[in-house]
């Protein structure tokens, strides 16, 4: 007999690691001791050496799907120390009490085979759930986490259940949605007007949709509008209801080969969209131009059946349905069945519903993968309200993010909570369900936030949120200039002390001198930063105008570089506000020189949404070697792309092929990058570089940029955890207010 002391960090306290631990240690017949620790979990264990590895070798194999093992350390000892049995023991910690809550987890493989077994009791049941899968934090009214606090109170377990529940042999050990026909909810179809259809509401649900109806589909987080995917007239009606002329519709495929005859999917891509966490996984077309309908670039968003009641509404033979958030105009997600009825009226053509009532709205989580991994456009369902552990982070802090990804995270040691997908809250009831998603946060994670941090920006309602708390409260405000956010994000999602280099592109930030920033290299840490690089300021013909009407931009664009642009709609008056300087305040915006570039190669003049002008952009890039003249001068040394944009107005008016154009613009950003960089590593010494802001979210860009940089001797990193865009901004809000703190406290 020997013994072993085994140190586990990570994420791995609420997740089902104790019981798993204990079946483990049964399994192989040792015996000893376990508690939590600040940074994990601890176990002294007596057997056999042989008893001891094999328990070390399965432990990582099967630990629960949730646990994050960062790292396990063992030390072994010739000494047994005379263990009688296993025992959980209590730890006095603050962190003991740190429950976790689990996101919602997708159908699980076993319960998908007795949903679809006739001889099982909860053959096609759609509330079928177990210990590794079903709804989580979307049912969650409070902490502890158990039944009575969840939405699935109204519903006693019966007799079966209960069995269930509680044998800790059983899949369904504490699994606290755990019920079955008997005792659970039920599902119900009703008709436009809300009358309740008889008969079997999945199969009615199922006959209407391939009757080309559009219905609301009451899922975890949120209602989804469903239609066939295929059908272009009916996605095109469900557009004009929804007023939604051009963004992308999210696809649910019945399964991945049913995915794969729209897009081409990766063994890594497939391990993500059949992950428990069950993503909307962005795909490449197999052909560019096909599915326009459905989205106007090359990719698809794809996500699968979910729940059981996906899985039952696609069945054997639908093979793929919008499932589009059921939303108007950028409110937040319908989520109540009363809602639904009266805000989806003369949208939907009916309700599939049920009454489990969701507590808490959390839309479909959107990513791309490469390399394995997942980058988030948007971390919310599947992954929220799971925290990030970030090494050095102080707890007590609550970020409010921006406004129009609106996100916010809240710290609790080396823990951060972001926060699910908000949206834009310039809405009113979009910051109502901001402000009460901080206190749900607040009190599921038991944190009183003793420092707040926020946007620069004086009239984001964020800001104001923040402000109103701080004085209300007498709590410390420590504001945060948006660039310097997203690169102290960028920092903590690699786990870098800094300082280093931060090229940080995006659409607009509010800058220290008050201007609009927004392509910018950064050089600092948590502390500060100085502004090394930018972009030569684009005029904003009639300010916010300037960011739908892009032609505004690429009239700017053009009449600085000096070549005309007269050919413009409104070319005169525009001209004469620049030649004022009327109403044309300046952004050095990555995103504005990409919208004003989309339309002076016609490829988009009209931005229906955020971001649209690249996205085109992306799409019709062709693959070239031609690069335009960089020029960079002053200091900060700033990209002059006068040079660069004369070129593209010859080459265009020369007819030559549009695509091969955005693909040398896209090429010239990237040696620009690389000069840039390479003149602040230079200056600085830093050889590290974070990128971040949303217009990294180009996947041409992210597959030329980094190696780029990497080939001139600079380390690169990228958003791993949270994501580039202003969604992921939080954290680094957190990260600085955590060292500005410090530095008067500690005085380190
Ligand atoms: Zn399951
Ligand atoms: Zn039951
Ligand atoms: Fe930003």
Same mark, same amino acid.
């Given at each position: 007999?020997?013994? &072993? ?105 076993? +319960?998908?085979?007795? $949903?679809?077994?006739?001889? %099982? ?8 759930? +177990? ?48 019920? +079955? ?5 039920? &599902? ?20 209407? $949709? ?6 609301? &589909?009451?899922?975890? *987080? ?39 005859? @729209? ?30 309908? #459905? ?10 059946? @979910? ?8 069945? =054997? ?34 309700? #599939? ?61 080396? @823990? ?7 949206? %834009? ?75 280093? $280099? ?8 509010? *800058? ?20 090394? *690089? ?113 070129? /593209? ?6 007819? =030559? %092929? ?18 840039? +960089? ?21 996947? /041409? ?48």
């Amino acid at each position: 007999m020997e013994s &072993v002391f085994i140190r586990i960090r990570g994420i791995v306290q609420g997740v089902g690691f104790r019981p798993f631990i204990h079946r483990l240690v049964r399994e192989t017949g040792l015996k000893g001791t376990i508690k939590n620790s600040s940074s994990g979990v601890e176990l002294v264990l007596d057997g056999e050496r042989e008893d001891l590895e094999r328990f070390l070798r399965l432990l990582p194999e099967r630990a629960p799907q949730l646990a994050v093992i960062e790292s396990v350390e063992a030390e072994y000892s010739p000494e047994p120390r005379g263990f009688s049995d296993f025992r959980i023991l209590s730890s006095k910690t603050e962190n003991e009490r740190n429950t976790l809550i689990s996101p919602d987890i997708g159908i699980c493989a076993d +319960c998908r085979r007795e $949903l679809l077994d006739p001889r %099982d009791r909860r053959y096609r049941y759609p509330f079928i759930n +177990c210990t590794n899968c079903g709804p989580r934090f979307t049912i969650i009214r409070d902490v502890p986490y158990d039944r009575c606090s969840t939405s699935m109170a109204r519903f006693p377990m019966c007799p079966d259940c209960d069995r269930e529940y509680h044998d800790i042999e059983n899949r369904r050990y504490h699994a606290q949605p755990d019920c +079955c026909p008997v005792c659970g909810p039920r &599902v119900f179809f009703l008709d436009a007007e809300g009358r309740e259809v008889p008969g079997d509401p999945v199969e009615t649900a199922r006959a209407r $949709l391939k009757d080309g109806k559009i219905l609301a &589909v009451k899922g975890l *987080g949120g209602m989804h509008l469903a239609c066939l995917a295929e059908d272009e007239q009916l996605v095109r009606t469900l557009r004009r209801r929804k007023e939604r002329d051009e963004k992308p519709f999210a696809l649910m495929c019945r399964d991945t080969a049913a995915a794969e005859k @729209y897009c081409l999917v990766s063994d890594e891509e497939r391990a993500v969209l059949e992950s428990f966490r069950k993503p909307i996984v962005l795909l490449k077309k197999r052909d560019r131009a096909a599915l326009g309908h #459905l989205s106007e670039n090359g990719y698809l968003g794809v996500m699968l059946p @979910y729940t059981p009641l996906h899985v039952l509404l696609l069945g =054997e033979d639908l093979d793929a349905l919008v499932m589009t958030s059921a939303n108007l105009s950028d409110t937040p997600i319908v989520y109540r069945n009363q809602e639904a009825l009266e805000k989806l009226r003369g949208i939907a053509d009916g309700f #599939l519903l049920h009454d489990r009532q969701i507590q808490t709205r959390c839309d479909d989580s959107l990513c791309w993968v490469l390399g394995g991994k997942e980058y988030f456009a948007r971390r919310s369902r599947g992954y929220v309200p799971f925290p990030v552990r970030i090494e050095g982070s102080r707890g007590g802090i609550l970020a409010c993010g921006a406004e129009q990804k609106a996100s916010f995270c809240l710290s609790k040691g080396d @823990y951060v909570f972001p926060s699910q997908h908000i949206g %834009d809250l310039k809405n009113a009831e979009t910051l109502a369900h901001y402000e009460q998603q901080i206190r749900h946060f607040e009190r599921l994670f038991d944190i009183r936030p003793k420092v707040l941090a926020c946007d620069l920006h004086p009239d984001y309602l964020s800001t104001e949120y923040a402000q109103n708390r701080a004085e209300a409260e007498g709590l410390e405000l420590v504001r945060v200039q948006h660039h310097h956010a997203h690169m102290a994000a960028c920092m903590a999602d690699n786990g870098l002390a800094g300082p280093c $280099l931060g090229l940080i592109w995006d659409g607009v930030g509010y *800058g220290t001198d008050g201007q609009a920033w927004g392509g910018e290299l950064l050089a600092g840490d948590y502390r500060g930063f100085t502004r090394l *690089g930018s972009l030569r300021p684009i005029p904003l013909i009639g300010g916010d105008r300037a960011v739908k009407e892009l032609s505004r931009l690429a009239f700017a664009l053009l009449w600085e570089s000096g070549c005309g642009g007269g050919e413009i709609p409104g070319a005169e008056s525009y001209e004469k506000m620049l030649s004022l300087g009327l109403n044309c305040p300046g952004s050095s915006g990555m995103g504005r020189l990409f919208d004003g570039v989309a339309a002076i190669l016609g490829i988009k003049t009209l931005a229906s949404y955020e971001g649209q002008g690249a996205v085109l952009l992306e799409a019709a890039a062709k693959e070239t070697d031609r690069v335009y003249p960089v020029v960079l001068e002053g200091e900060p040394l700033r990209f002059d792309w006068r040079p660069m944009i004369r070129e /593209i107005v010859r080459d265009r008016d020369r007819g =030559e %092929d549009t695509g091969v154009l955005a693909g040398a613009f896209l090429n010239t950003l990237t040696e620009m990058a690389r000069r840039m +960089c390479l003149y602040g590593a230079e200056k600085t010494g830093y050889t590290d570089v974070v990128l971040s802001g949303g217009s990294f979210q180009n996947q /041409i860009l992210m597959a030329k940029l980094p190696a780029a940089l990497e080939s001139a001797g600079l380390r690169v990193y990228r958003h791993r955890r949270v994501s580039c865009n202003d969604e992921g901004l939080s954290l680094g809000q957190l990260m600085i207010a955590g060292a500005a703190v410090g530095a008067g406290k500690d005085k380190k």
